[in-house]
């Protein structure tokens, strides 16, 4: 007695399968069989299964194009019949049709369903080759579909599940090597979607750092030193992109294992991306060990076209190390950096100050997942308990250039800071300073570990405090102006009879910025210094900021924001730059760098509030659009911004007849303010790169995109 067919359900219905719309006539039904007809699949299938393919055709075609068995499929469908019935013999049949339908996932996992055992087919039978094969296929097919919904995890699986088959069956090496290429490819998609997850997957998480280090070893370290050789693809220039992307996602932790591991193996840009993720994570939770462990482990790498200097040097001031810190930035071959310090408007300690917050802010602080980028507060650092302790530690070795007293100085370098915490930190200098300084005899001594700090050294150090003190309160009352100078003009315009007042206001407030020395500390002056050496104190006073002057550039400020549509001509000096479009065929240097520092000066003209006629002229729609939306944030928020940047250099990378690339490099500064005219941020830069493309549409030749950093 012959056996029973088994039936198969397959997931489709017959206008799928056949590739038609549910609206289709008789005659679109024909012409789509008789397509399907004339190209069946040539990747190797059996002939068998291709006349069973075809016979599945022509019987949904058959049914479709009966008026009474289509109306009665129809109202099947309504009632939600689901899919079709096969015999087991067109199983292989039907797949195929499956994966042809784009149903590709739903046909690799039936076909490794009938590739296992009690219903897998005699090996080396025709059938088994047919259904590895549509495995196969439906297998890569399924993996592109996820990937383009940007499933890349699931579709990894995928292939890896469809490799494990063919490693099974033993057949197929052609498609084996394929899906292997497949999964190289989308190792790096795949570490994207794991470690973007949020971090309570930890599963998830793991996996994508066990695939990042892989894949980074596979390419030889971060500088794909194997790449070449290396079947995932990806160019190095793609790979540092990728990875920047990678990063934000990563801890600052696990940043730190990760390179001083990669490091160990042998790639020198991971050890210094170590030391710079030990910094990040020593200030961003207060932990000066940790900076002294970044200093140490930089200062150990050997890095070419690096100059580490300038950045032992913040690390060293980060470490209350001044003197060493100075050093540091004298020893650097920048000539650009020296000049920048050489013209820096203020003393050295400041320059390095300014340098070190912008260091932190664009360069470490950013890049973490669980670090965020706050407005750098140096005073805020060196405040802490635990800064100070690490500190005090350290002094016991030796003299530090600012001692625990005077950290509170880097506050003249902070933004506004509060007048009753000047005369806080004033109380508690008196406090901790002061204390046992004198022994019985009357001398001056403060013992750090097994050496005394001579007298001069001390009235040096007690200098330097008492002027911070000074430039803080200066510092707090020109905030104060600058908050209410618009009030303090109408109050005078309006009434005409309070100007002897404002006047008599203004003298009063001169007179005690400008005094030398206030009364308590002339009582120091008695106590602490011998007399003959005041012309000493007198000249280090004498060199703090002029507070009327301050005052004047304070109003000039003001007067800035509130005439920026004469700023933009009068200042920026927009109506001395040419206005002629750029149409020659082949732009000198000269007209590449006028048109691009006709960029520079409309966009810092937007964003300070203005108007600028030239940016349209200079840069395509696109960049105009960008800067137009920034100046619109900006807006929004009440706050503005001051841009300074001139090209120092130029220099032509490639040119074609419809596009060109220059790199340059730039003195950059910014400065954010609000509405009230306050400082929010600023930044300065003494030696920016920046690549930019120029494109010419026509005649005309416009910047495009432009590179900062590289």
């Avoid at 079947?231 to 990875?243: C, I, L, N, P, R």
């Avoid at 928020?637 to 340059?664: D, F």
Wanted: with cysteine.
């Amino acid at each position: 007695m012959p056996m029973a067919l088994q039936l198969v359900d397959l997931p489709i219905d017959h206008f799928r399968l056949l590739g038609v719309s549910p609206a289709a006539d008789a005659e679109a039904i024909l012409r789509a069989l008789q397509i399907r007809l004339d190209k069946p699949p040539e990747e190797g299938f059996t002939e068998e299964v291709l006349l069973q393919r075809a016979e599945l055709l022509r019987r949904s075609s058959d049914l479709l194009t009966d008026q009474v068995l289509r109306q009665e499929y129809e109202n099947a469908l309504l009632q939600g019949a689901i899919g079709l019935e096969l015999s087991s013999i067109r199983e292989v049949a039907g797949l195929i049709l499956l994966w042809e339908a784009e149903m590709s996932y739903e046909a690799f996992k039936l076909a490794c369903k009938a590739l296992k055992p009690p219903q897998a087919p005699a090996l080396g039978s025709g059938r088994e080759a047919d259904l590895t094969l549509v495995a196969a296929l439906s297998c890569s097919a399924a993996a592109i579909q996820e990937q383009e919904q940007r499933h890349y995890e699931a579709a990894g699986r995928l292939l890896q599940e469809g490799l494990q088959l063919l490693q099974r069956m033993g057949k197929l090496p052609d498609q084996r090597q394929k899906l292997e290429e497949d999964l190289e490819a989308l190792t790096p998609y795949r570490i994207l979607d794991l470690v973007s997850r949020d971090l309570g997957d930890q599963i998830s998480h793991k996996e994508g750092l066990r695939l990042l280090e892989n894949f980074v070893s596979k390419r030889g370290g971060l500088e794909g030193r194997r790449a070449a050789k290396y079947s995932g693809g990806f160019s190095q220039k793609e790979f540092e992109v990728f990875f920047q992307q990678i990063r934000k996602f990563l801890t600052v932790q696990e940043q730190v294992d990760l390179f001083i591991r990669w490091q160990r193996l042998g790639s020198a840009d991971a050890g210094f991306l170590g030391a710079i993720a030990l910094v990040a994570a020593g200030f961003s939770c207060r932990k000066p060990e940790r900076i002294q462990e970044a200093r140490n482990h930089l200062k150990s790498l050997n890095l070419e076209g690096v100059d580490p200097w300038p950045l032992l040097g913040c690390m060293d001031l980060l470490l209350a190390d001044v003197q060493k810190a100075q050093e540091k930035f004298l020893n650097s071959p920048d000539e650009e950096l020296k000049a920048w310090l050489d013209n820096y408007p203020g003393d050295s300690l400041a320059a390095i100050c300014d340098y070190c917050r912008d260091w932190l802010r664009r360069d470490v602080l950013p890049g973490y997942r669980d670090v965020e980028v706050e407005l750098v507060d140096l005073e805020a650092w060196f405040a802490d308990r635990d800064v100070q302790n690490y500190i005090e530690q350290q002094e016991q070795q030796g003299p530090r250039g600012i001692a625990k007293a005077s950290f509170s100085f880097l506050s003249s370098l902070t933004a506004k800071p509060e007048a009753s915490s000047l005369i806080d930190d004033d109380n508690s200098f008196e406090e901790d300073s002061f204390q046992n300084v004198f022994d019985s005899s009357g001398n001056q001594q403060v013992e750090t570990g097994s050496e005394i700090l001579d007298s001069k050294e001390f009235r040096r150090n007690l200098l330097v405090r008492r002027l911070g003190f000074i430039y803080q309160f200066q510092i707090h009352i020109l905030s104060l102006i600058r908050e209410n100078i618009q009030a303090l003009k109408n109050i005078v315009w309006k009434k005409s009879s309070l100007v002897p007042l404002v006047l008599v206001g203004g003298t009063f407030l001169g007179f005690i910025l400008l005094r030398p020395r206030l009364p308590l500390e002339n009582t120091f002056d008695e106590i602490y210094f011998p007399e003959g050496e005041k012309s000493l104190i007198d000249s280090e006073i004498s060199q703090q900021p002029d507070v009327e002057l301050s005052l004047r550039l304070a109003m000039e400020q003001e007067a800035l924001f509130k005439n920026a549509d004469k700023v933009d001509k009068e200042t920026l000096g927009l109506d001395k730059l040419g206005l002629d479009p750029l149409t020659v065929e082949k732009p000198s240097e000269e007209e590449i760098l006028g048109l691009l520092e006709a960029w520079l000066a409309g966009k810092a003209s937007i964003l300070l509030g203005g108007k600028s006629e030239i940016l349209p002229k200079v840069a395509r729609g696109e960049l105009v659009k960008r800067v137009q939306e920034e100046r619109s944030k900006d807006k929004a928020l009440g706050e503005s911004q001051i841009i300074n940047a001139s090209i120092t250099s130029i220099k032509l990378v490639s040119r074609t007849p419809k596009r060109i690339e220059v790199k340059a490099k730039l003195v950059y500064k910014d400065q954010r303010n609000n509405s009230s005219g306050e400082i929010i941020s600023q930044t300065s830069i003494p030696s920016l790169k920046v690549t930019y493309i120029l494109g010419r549409e026509k005649d005309l030749w416009q910047l495009v995109d432009y590179i900062s950093g590289s």
